[in-house]
């Protein structure tokens, strides 16, 4: 499918004539010599002199690069530092086998940038607490920093660190532990962050220019440091867990629709879900099932064995995303043209190419979000002699990189946000899922699971008066919202009732961690007898609320097809949807509540109002 370009309106507030500047790096510090448990985060300056008579310890996670590493920069200025990965299962658990492909790849490639400048990275395997607990003995490290996260399993397994240091006694006194990021905007307060997208753009928020890669100090320390496993190796090491589950109904998280519906096609079943039928085409590339070892590839840009996304270290992502900025002008380079292919098979909708080939490495943090938007901005000023116009960008792959990166900064700058505001009647957790934030909620300590799940246009509030009825009553409640709607993210994809089904059935497995009863309302009841009728084996029961969708057997005859792209009828309905809503959703939203006509008040409508002013709100609507 080839790329057109067409005028495009877009909001220039994050990007204007001069959008860049370089304010001094902002590190969110957290005292380790503090009484309470939990870590307070304060916001400092980071000075060129201060702390530098000390060594510190540089914990790499989900920011594996040199180049616009503002803990790097900070951690340079100590006497020595150490920088360290730890292959810990919590966090290693949550990548397909394509990611760990990926992840050893942009190791190497960490690890040779290091090496350069006469370092290297200190590769260990375990728990993160043991491992730097023991490091901060050996080296008599004064500081560890690491990057901020908001997902809540990384940020309890943080906690866990930090209370693990605080306890023990170290002859140095207990470390800091710092907290760092890399922002897209210069925000002082995370409070004062507008609830919509729609307001945040009004405020017309600065862009941060990246940062160049600092010169490290000289390396003062002897260690073993550790060799990077292969992909067979870190396999072994995932699957040798003495904690990991053996039950049998977890082994359905390697089991995709698309592998379920195939099966059932073939044998032409009466129960089959009408529907979802696959065409003759066969599983699509988003199946959960992994390919044997290839040949190794030439080409740098796309180095799995899939081929599909791209990866590799710092500098071959960069060559990447320069071709793929260049679309439209033609090459004749090999690893270029190559980036292009890929980009006309990635292009289920417009934009869509670039969170598809780059979004594993924005996860992976070999590029910053921030250098991505640079080079963008920077590739269409060279385009327009310097000039950025007020009506848009001159290229779709220019817009696609802006819009792709603005959105993922603003749901994780809500989900930051989100840590420091008042938790309310129950707390909101995030939860990563192929790399997206989604927001659900868990209230209850024992009794059966249940999952509730909403229905279009929705969140998880609507049920913010059964929650705590249901959990009081014996039971332990899971609320979520899904993909694209309230305040989980909305990525530029192709919304399909198979995509939302698997959604549930990873967040079953991975956070639930059981059986569930499936509670849907409207077509949160369509995807919950989806999944109960793929995965039966996860689904203790379903109670379907004013269910929605085709779900009866032979009665049918609309087919899942493997490549799902948004019509001009789609684009246009959406819009004009979109339209009647936001005038008739009062009523609409009342009409639904006949006997408790209170219950639509006026909170739960003007939350409905902002799910629709956030970014990428109208994709799931297509």
């Known amino acids: 499918m ?6 495009r309106f877009l909001s220039l ?13 902002r590190l969110h510090c957290s005292s380790l010599a503090a009484t309470s448990t939990s870590s307070s985060r304060a916001r400092t300056e980071s000075s060129p002199g201060e702390e530098t008579t000390g060594a510190a310890v540089l914990w790499f996670k ?21 920088p360290l990965y730890v292959f810990d299962r919590r966090i290693l658990s949550r990548f397909s ?41 050996e080296v008599k490290a004064i500081s560890i920093f690491a990057e901020e996260e908001v997902e809540y399993d990384l940020c309890s397994m943080m906690d866990v660190v930090r209370e693990t240091l605080r306890k023990m006694p170290f002859p140095e006194g207990n470390p800091r532990f710092v907290l760092w990021n890399t922002p897209l905007y210069d925000i002082k307060n995370l409070r004062d962050l507008p609830t919509s997208y729609h307001e945040f753009k009004k405020l017309k928020v600065t862009a941060i220019s990246p940062i160049l890669p600092p010169k490290l100090p000289h390396l003062e320390v002897d260690l073993t440091w550790g060799l990077i496993p ?27 629709a698309q592998t ?35 040949s190794k590839r030439q080409e740098p840009v796309f180095v799995t064995q899939r081929g599909n996304v791209v990866g590799g270290g710092t500098t071959g992502v960069l060559n990447a995303l320069a071709a793929y900025l260049r679309y439209l002008e033609g090459t004749v380079r090999d690893d270029w043209q190559e980036v292009h292919e890929k980009l006309r098979n990635a292009e289920s909708r417009e934009g869509a190419s670039f969170g598809t080939l780059f979004g594993s490495a924005l996860c992976l943090g070999i590029i910053s979000r921030r250098r991505a938007l640079y080079e963008a901005v920077k590739y269409e000023k060279e385009r327009n002699a310097g000039f950025l ?21 603003w749901y994780w700058l809500m989900a930051s946000k989100n840590q420091f505001m008042d938790k309310g009647i129950y707390a909101i957790r995030i939860w990563r899922w192929k790399g997206y934030l989604i927001q659900y909620t868990v209230v209850g300590d024992e009794g059966p699971a249940i999952l509730l799940v909403h229905g279009f246009g929705a969140f998880l509030e609507h049920y913010r008066d059964n929650i705590n009825g249901v959990a009081e009553g014996g039971n332990r409640v899971w609320a979520i919202t899904l993909l694209g709607f309230g305040r989980s993210e909305k990525p530029n994809i192709v919304y399909t009732e198979v995509l939302w089904a698997e959604l549930l059935k990873d967040f079953i497995i991975e956070v639930v961690g059981e059986p569930v009863h499936l509670v849907g309302n409207s077509m949160g009841g369509y995807f919950v007898a989806i999944v109960a009728g793929l995965w039966p084996t996860i689904a203790k029961s379903i109670v379907l609320i004013n269910g929605a969708g085709n779900v009866v057997p032979r009665y049918s005859s609309v087919e899942f097809c493997k490549e799902r792209r948004t019509s001009a009828a789609a684009w246009l309905g959406a819009r004009l949807l979109l339209l009647f809503l936001r005038l008739r959703i009062k009523n609409i939203v009342k009409s639904y509540y006949p006997t408790q006509v209170e219950r639509a008040d006026d909170w739960i409508i003007n939350e409905m109002i902002r799910a629709d002013l956030r970014a990428g709100f109208l994709l799931y609507r297509e």
């Open 2 to 7: 080839a790329i057109l370009v067409f005028p």
């Open 62 to 82: 989900h920011d594996l690069r040199v180049d616009d590493h503002p803990g790097l920069e900070a951690a340079s200025r100590f006497r020595t530092v150490v």
């Open 13 to 25: 507030a994050d990007c204007s004539p001069n959008p860049f500047n370089r304010p001094r790096t």
């Open 230 to 256: 292969t992909l067979d190796d870190l396999k072994n090491f995932m699957n040798d867990c003495p904690e990991k589950s053996k039950d049998y109904w977890t082994s359905v998280k390697e089991i995709s």
């Open 389 to 409: 116009s007020p009506f848009g960008y001159s290229a779709v792959t220019v817009a696609a990189v802006v819009n792709t990166v603005c959105s993922v900064e």
């Open 97 to 137: 086998d394509e990611m760990l492909e990926l992840l050893l790849f942009a190791l190497e490639d960490l690890r040779k940038s290091l090496k350069d400048q006469g370092f290297d990275l200190l590769i260990r395997f375990g728990t993160a607490e043991n491992v730097i607990q023991e490091l901060v003995k």
């Open 260 to 294: 379920v519906l195939l099966k059932n096609q073939s044998v032409n079943s009466s129960n089959q879900i009408e529907g979802l039928r696959l065409p003759k085409s066969g599983i699509s590339s988003q199946s959960n099932s992994y390919k044997g070892p290839q």
